[in-house]
């Protein structure tokens, strides 16, 4: 039986202990009382949408960052994250061919599932940090401790970036004759903006085009609205089971925290608390799948979180690492595609990817763009659909991965080296990833 407490009967990972119960439970209390901060309507029309992507009539783009924090919180920050997902959607919808279904790892994605429970810097361990919604991020023991309150403030950041996000979709911003602009500031002076600059030209004549045959965006308004949807990992349990309600139109349970919801690689087993809590809400869902999977466990898993067998409610999101993707896909591949199970099939091609130079963790843009092409030659191969992206990255010109056409490289790494997590894609590499993802995206949808 299934409630949205039954998942404290489970064993469960990745949890932190707080110092007092008091203190959580008045915290919870709080929580549920708020209002949701998704709509279940909402939550609908990205399964639909993503039900498409399952059919192959469109591809799904996810992304944002590793983990979103309380000091990093603008609304600069959000408008270029909106502003390079819509980018990276327009090139892949043209070069495409295909609609493209927009999620963020935004407005939510606090939690941080960790490797090693300790952090020791100079011979002094502390607990590790866990993201904003857990503890602090400065190395510090006081710091560390986990403080129920920061879910409080995770949920109004939360709702405030949802709020803004609204504005941006349907207010303006997204105006495809604002193709041009979307362009982010720093990224004019190379050759990216030359090629982006070009498809905007092409957009903006077609839309001439439309304009004079009587489409335009007074009586077409998909031309100047778009859907943006939420995504996080569903880490922190008590925060979702807070966040969970019924939805009074339809009677059916939502996690009312965000659209999408995802299980990362390190909890995901089968008969443990996030794979049972996430069975029981109807959000479309993702999970992450690493090199160590067995191929039953994935279809355990999908009959487990999606056993009506629903078009658009399973994201399986590779994360392999850009060589053992090449051994490991093709036989799940080959199994997958003969059992009859509705998934979508995405590829993260940053977790798999991480090494450290000195102290920073970094990635090569090289190793990200040979796994993604490794996922998709694979699955054209197999005959089975890449659906998706998931990837972490931002707006701003960060240099947390190596590589790409603005060359950071391993000296100039600490000039803005900024995520409290992993390593981000900054907004040129993740521009010259998404043509690079719609020439493949095009290959695959012709075959
Ligand atoms: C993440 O997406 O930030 C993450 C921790 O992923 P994974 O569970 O795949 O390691
Ligand atoms: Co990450």
Same mark, same amino acid.
């Given at each position: 039986?299934?409630?949205?407490?039954? =998942?404290?009967?489970?064993?469960?990972?990745?949890?932190?202990?707080?110092?007092?119960?008091?203190?959580?439970?008045?915290?919870?209390?709080?929580?549920?009382?708020?209002?949701?901060?998704?709509?279940?309507?909402?939550?609908?029309?990205?399964?639909?949408?993503?039900?498409?992507?399952?059919?192959?009539?469109?591809?799904?783009?996810?992304?944002?960052?590793?983990?979103?924090?309380? #000091?990093?919180?603008?609304?600069?920050?959000?408008?270029?994250?909106?502003?390079?997902?819509?980018? *990276?959607?327009?090139?892949?919808? %043209?070069?495409?061919? @295909?609609?493209?279904?927009?999620?963020?790892?935004?407005?939510?994605?606090?939690?941080?599932?960790?490797?090693?429970?300790?952090?020791?810097?100079?011979?002094?361990?502390?607990?590790?940090?866990?993201?904003?919604?857990?503890? #602090?991020?400065?190395?510090?023991?006081?710091?560390?401790?986990?403080?129920?309150?920061?879910?409080?403030?995770?949920?109004?950041?939360?709702?405030?970036?949802?709020? /803004?996000?609204?504005?941006?979709?349907?207010?303006?911003?997204?105006?495809?004759? $604002?193709?041009?602009?979307?362009?982010?500031?720093?990224?004019?002076?190379?050759?990216?903006?030359?090629?982006?600059?070009? *498809?905007?030209?092409?957009?903006?004549?077609?839309?001439?085009?439309?304009?004079?045959?009587?489409?335009?965006?007074?009586?077409?308004?998909?031309?100047?609205?778009?859907?943006?949807?939420?995504?996080?990992?569903?880490? /922190?349990?008590?925060?979702?089971?807070?966040?969970?309600?019924?939805?009074?139109?339809?009677?059916?349970?939502?996690?009312?925290?965000?659209?999408?919801? =995802?299980? #990362?690689?390190?909890?995901?087993?089968?008969?443990?608390?996030?794979?049972?809590?996430?069975?029981?809400?109807?959000?479309?869902?993702?999970?992450?799948?690493?090199?160590?999977?067995?191929?039953?466990?994935?279809?355990?898993?999908?009959?487990?979180?999606?056993?009506?067998?629903?078009?658009?409610?399973?994201?399986?999101?590779?994360?392999?690492?850009?060589?053992?993707?090449? @051994?490991? /896909?093709?036989?799940?591949?080959?199994?997958?595609?003969?059992?009859?199970?509705?998934?979508?099939?995405?590829?993260?091609?940053?977790?798999?990817?991480?090494?450290?130079? #000195?102290?920073?963790?970094?990635?090569? %843009?090289?190793?990200?763009?040979? $796994?993604?092409?490794?996922?998709?030659?694979?699955?054209?191969?197999?005959?089975?659909?890449?659906?998706?992206?998931?990837?972490?990255?931002?707006?701003?010109?960060?240099?947390?991965? *190596?590589?790409?056409?603005?060359?950071?490289?391993?000296?100039?790494?600490?000039?803005?080296? $900024?995520?409290? @997590?992993?390593?981000?894609?900054?907004?040129?590499?993740?521009?010259?990833?998404?043509? /690079?993802?719609?020439?493949?995206?095009?290959?695959?949808?012709? @075959?």
């Amino acid at each position: 039986m299934w409630s949205k407490s039954s =998942w404290k009967e489970y064993p469960i990972r990745q949890q932190p202990i707080y110092p007092s119960q008091k203190d959580l439970n008045r915290v919870l209390t709080k929580l549920e009382k708020l209002p949701p901060l998704v709509f279940a309507g909402e939550v609908v029309k990205l399964q639909n949408a993503l039900a498409k992507v399952s059919r192959k009539e469109a591809f799904l783009l996810q992304g944002g960052d590793c983990a979103e924090s309380f #000091g990093n919180f603008s609304a600069i920050n959000i408008r270029d994250m909106f502003k390079i997902l819509l980018q *990276m959607a327009i090139v892949l919808t %043209f070069a495409g061919g @295909c609609p493209v279904v927009k999620v963020g790892r935004i407005a939510g994605q606090f939690a941080k599932p960790r490797s090693n429970d300790f952090e020791e810097i100079n011979g002094e361990k502390l607990p590790s940090y866990r993201g904003d919604i857990i503890n #602090g991020f400065d190395f510090d023991k006081s710091a560390r401790i986990p403080d129920p309150n920061r879910m409080i403030e995770a949920y109004y950041q939360s709702a405030a970036t949802l709020n /803004l996000l609204r504005g941006f979709a349907k207010g303006g911003l997204a105006d495809l004759r $604002e193709v041009h602009r979307w362009n982010l500031r720093f990224l004019k002076k190379n050759k990216l903006h030359k090629q982006y600059a070009n *498809m905007s030209e092409k957009i903006s004549q077609t839309l001439n085009f439309m304009e004079a045959c009587g489409i335009n965006i007074q009586n077409t308004p998909s031309l100047k609205e778009v859907d943006i949807y939420t995504s996080h990992e569903a880490l /922190l349990l008590p925060y979702e089971e807070a966040l969970t309600r019924v939805d009074s139109l339809s009677g059916e349970i939502y996690d009312c925290s965000a659209h999408m919801l =995802w299980i #990362g690689e390190r909890t995901r087993s089968l008969d443990e608390a996030h794979v049972h809590f996430l069975s029981g809400v109807k959000n479309p869902l993702g999970i992450k799948i690493g090199p160590s999977v067995n191929i039953e466990d994935i279809i355990a898993l999908a009959n487990t979180l999606n056993p009506n067998n629903e078009e658009g409610r399973l994201n399986i999101i590779f994360r392999m690492g850009a060589e053992k993707i090449a @051994c490991n /896909l093709p036989k799940i591949f080959s199994k997958l595609k003969n059992e009859g199970l509705n998934l979508i099939y995405s590829i993260d091609p940053m977790h798999g990817n991480i090494t450290k130079v #000195g102290n920073y963790k970094t990635r090569e %843009f090289d190793k990200i763009i040979l $796994e993604v092409k490794n996922f998709f030659e694979i699955a054209m191969s197999e005959g089975v659909y890449a659906g998706g992206v998931h990837l972490e990255m931002t707006g701003q010109d960060v240099t947390e991965c *190596m590589g790409g056409s603005c060359n950071v490289t391993m000296q100039n790494l600490n000039k803005r080296y $900024e995520t409290q @997590c992993d390593p981000r894609l900054n907004a040129d590499q993740a521009l010259e990833l998404a043509f /690079l993802i719609a020439d493949l995206l095009k290959r695959s949808r012709e @075959c």
